[in-house]
């Protein structure tokens, strides 16, 4: 069974679908990225499949449950991490826990029993009487997401877990994330990172204007719509290079004093730029993120 499915999902807000026909299954066991510019409609979409809002048109299973009406039900079997963190500053660590815990009925003794591990899980074992304010902003997200396995939730829903860290609590983050998606749980993250929706999912979403527009693994979208090789061409002079690209790259296109050259055959391309002796170049295979910029366009969204 689908831990979530979403069929023909609407939402409005003064006249506008912000969430528009979407259909979405994540298959269990799987880390499923949705992946999609600001205001694409990612959140609404959790909060709907949630059941904290209500739609106005389609379908939403949560764990075999219809919502919202089967909320209750379903979300004592859900751990949400939520975009911001929501912790009770007057609160420490352990205390966090089982406070949280309590919201699902489960007995104190239980959650004493099941809190070691989740410090441990969250490299928090030495902070447990620490004030949740005192903590570093990597920490508090791992006590978050400790937080959100309180009840050993089968669906974990994550808004952006790890905006607004740094790259080594981001790693930190990440290998939670995968020993969770190892020990067999359901993941539903949003991110805008396109290395954790690469390091982390098995399938991607990518949403725009609250449909999803692609689907499939990370490396399947790469090979599905962008060419295998990227040519980064950097420096003044590059307006100049636009009938060059048409005739050397199989799709070009310019950000900033950066020439996007996407290739089937980069050695010629680098070769051809060797031989001119200048610009700057910089090679490397494309990546997600060329797949998310050729899909969303490279404008930006407020
Ligand atoms: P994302 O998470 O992809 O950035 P959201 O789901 O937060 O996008 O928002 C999608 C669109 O819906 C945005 O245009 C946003 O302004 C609008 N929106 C979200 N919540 C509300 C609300 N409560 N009232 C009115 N508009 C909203």
């Known amino acids: 069974m689908s831990p979530l499915r979403l069929t023909g999902l609407t939402k409005r807000y003064a006249g506008t679908a912000v969430v528009d026909g979407l259909d979405l299954e994540i298959a269990p066991g799987r880390c499923h990225g949705l992946l999609g510019p600001n205001g694409a409609g990612k959140t609404t979409t959790l909060r709907l ?6 739609a106005d048109a389609g379908e939403i299973a949560l764990l075999g449950h219809p919502m919202p009406c089967g909320a209750a039900l379903a979300r004592r079997k859900v751990g949400v991490v939520p975009q911001a963190d929501s912790l ?13 815990g309590r919201y699902f009925g489960i007995p104190k003794a239980e959650l004493e029993r099941r809190i070691p591990a989740l410090l441990e899980f969250a490299g928090l074992a030495g ?4 004030l949740a304010p005192s903590l570093s902003g990597g920490m508090k997200r791992r006590l978050t997401l400790a937080r ?11 808004d952006e877990p790890t905006t ?5 609590a981001r790693h930190l983050v990440w290998r939670g994330l995968r020993r969770l998606i190892a020990q067999g749980k359901t993941l539903l993250l949003t991110t805008h990172f396109m290395e954790e929706a690469e ?16 689907e499939g693994s990370p490396r399947g979208l790469i090979e599905t719509h962008i060419e295998p090789h990227v040519v980064e061409v950097f420096g003044e002079g590059i307006a100049g290079l636009h009938n060059w690209a048409d005739r050397h790259c199989d799709r070009w296109e310019q950000a900033g004093e950066s020439l996007f050259c996407y290739t089937h055959d980069h050695l010629a391309l680098t070769a051809e730029l060797d031989r001119m002796g200048s610009p700057r170049y910089l090679h490397r295979p494309a990546s997600l993120e060329d797949v998310f910029l050729k899909l969303t366009g490279r404008d930006l969204r407020d």
């Open 164 to 168: 607004g860290l740094d790259p080594q």
């Open 88 to 100: 009770d500053p007057d609160f420490s660590v352990r205390e966090n826990l089982l406070t949280y």
């Open 199 to 214: 390091r982390l999912c098995d399938r991607i979403s990518i949403i725009d204007h609250g449909r999803i527009i692609a």
């Open 127 to 130: 902070k447990a009487e620490a």
């Open 49 to 54: 499949a949630l059941g904290l809002i209500e």
């Open 148 to 158: 959100a396995l309180i009840n050993d939730p089968r669906l974990l829903i994550l």
